[in-house]
Structures are given as C-alpha cells and as structure tokens.
Nanobody, 122 residues
C-alpha cells in the first residue's frame, strides 16, 4: 500500500524559501516516478514537478527556476526546495507517486499523500 507523508510546510514571506519532504513507504520507491502537486481553493489543482527513477525532472512553467525537486532512494524520501516564493504559491502541497512514466512526465499522478500547507504572505 502506497503511503506518502509530507512535512516542511509553513508560513513564509514573499521571497523566502521552504523545503518540503516526503517519506514514502509501502512500495518499491526507487521504481516509481515521484512528484508534487498543489491545490488551493482559488485555483485548479496543478502538477508542480516530477522526477523519474533516472533523475530526470519536469517542472510546471509557474515554478521553473524557483523550485527544485530531488529524491534520495536510499532514504525513500522526496524533496521540494522552494525559493523566491510568491503569494500565488500558497496552496496545499501533496507528495505524489506514479508508476507510468508518460503520466508522471505530464505531472499526472495516481497516488497522493495527505498534504502540507504552504502560506506565502506579501
């Protein structure tokens, strides 16, 4: 059973940074494409970034150059380093997993965690 537990969310001022982490268990982590998805009440859900099992990454245009996704297969952990945060980055951030590379490269995921809240104030 896929289990994904996020941490690291919080409140920060615009221009600040946060690092999200995701502890994964219940599946063969190194075989899965992993990613982050975000959802806010004001906007549609958005795939933020993905990283496959070769380390190849994809980013939404809205976060390119500001966010960096990485993974540690030895620790079954996924990270999202978020820099130069903007108020529009405010959302619930979900760690996600996907076995199909084609879906993951399009920032579409089949499994989600419970989420961690990020609030960016102006």
């Amino acid at each position: 059973q896929v289990q994904l537990v996020e941490s690291g969310g919080g409140s920060v001022q615009a221009g600040g940074s946060l690092r999200l982490s995701c502890a994964a268990s219940g599946f063969t982590y190194s075989s899965y494409c992993m990613g982050w998805f975000r959802q806010s009440p004001e906007k549609e859900g958005e795939g933020v970034a993905s990283i496959d099992n070769t380390g190849s990454t994809k980013y939404a245009d809205s976060v390119k150059g500001r966010f960096t996704i990485s993974r540690d297969n030895a620790k079954n952990t996924l990270y999202l380093q978020m820099n130069s945060l903007k108020p529009e980055d405010t959302a619930m951030y979900y760690c996600a997993a996907e076995l199909a590379w084609v879906r993951c490269s399009s920032l579409v995921f089949g499994y989600w965690g419970q989420g961690t809240q990020v609030i960016v104030s102006s």
